[in-house]
């Protein structure tokens, strides 16, 4: 990643909660120093205010590289208007925020913003996040690899094709380890109910999840064959699989209806 142009213009995080936070500790792990990011943020966490060298609720700079636009949707309007004088110019706006529009960005910073939408996961905490990316019609090939360049440091990215995919993205992989998450709750409470005591219950669905996670990840086969090798006629596996793949009432029809109440609920926040 070329971080020469961050280091001389400077980068701007607008909120830095939970997704600021993991993003910056990626950047500064890949030696961004702490002196050309400028932090706006009501409430800094501890972490941000031991950061020696953190510009810290200061000034913002004129013409930073970059601004990192990471707070709630629902603090965007009251939030963007302190951006707006590095608008309409070469700065490229970046920004994480869940169903707001690139037309939002567009009206509130000036139609001439290079403006870059993305939606990360949170697994990005661990550097282990997806992003996807998509940029309006002002965003350089340029831009687009100083996004990459930066979201790399927190995991995979992926580019869209259009806008309108990250309703159904966000729906995926936006608020998918949430699902994971209570995947992992709902197995381990299963267990419980089989007799086995709380915390190993809870030791085994966690490792099955990671490990499984981990194996698709790293195995040249597909998730449908590698449950296929699990699987034999008649076995332990096959039982549970007929419960969880039952067209009216298994995971299909299931995530189905989760991932399209997400897609519409993103949908509906933009
Ligand atoms: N977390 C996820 O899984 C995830 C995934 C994909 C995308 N995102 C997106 O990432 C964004 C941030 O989410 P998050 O989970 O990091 O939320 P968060 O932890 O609440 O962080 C948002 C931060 O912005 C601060 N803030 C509020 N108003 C501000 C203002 N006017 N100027 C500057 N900072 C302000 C908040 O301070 P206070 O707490 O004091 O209000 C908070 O520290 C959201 O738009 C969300 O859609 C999150």
Known sequence: MNTEIIKQRG????????????????????????????????????????????????????????VL????????????PVLRPMGNGSTLFLT??????IATYETALGAQTPIIRAMPNTPAAIGQGITTLIGNANSTPADMQLAEGLLAAVGQTVRLTSEAQIDAVTGVSGSGPAYVFHLIETLA???????????LAMQLAKATVAGAG???????????????????PNGTTAAALQVLMDSETGFPTLLNRAVSAATKRSKELG
């Open 11 to 66: 980068m701007v995080l607008l909120g830095c909660g939970k997704m600021g936070s993991a993003m910056l500790q990626g950047w500064l792990n890949t030696g961004i120093p702490t002196r050309a990011v400028w932090v706006q943020d009501p409430h800094p966490s501890e972490w941000l205010q031991g950061l020696d060298g953190l510009n810290l609720n200061a000034g913002l700079p004129e013409n930073p590289a970059i």
């Open 69 to 80: 636009i990471a707070v709630k949707p629902q603090m965007m309007q009251s939030a963007l």
């Open 96 to 101: 994480v925020a869940a169903g707001t529009s």
């Open 189 to 199: 409470s299963a267990g419980v109910a089989q007799g086995l005591p709380k915390e």
């Open 214 to 232: 981990a194996l698709a990840m790293a195995s040249d086969q597909t998730p449908g064959q590698l449950r296929e090798n699990v699987t034999s």
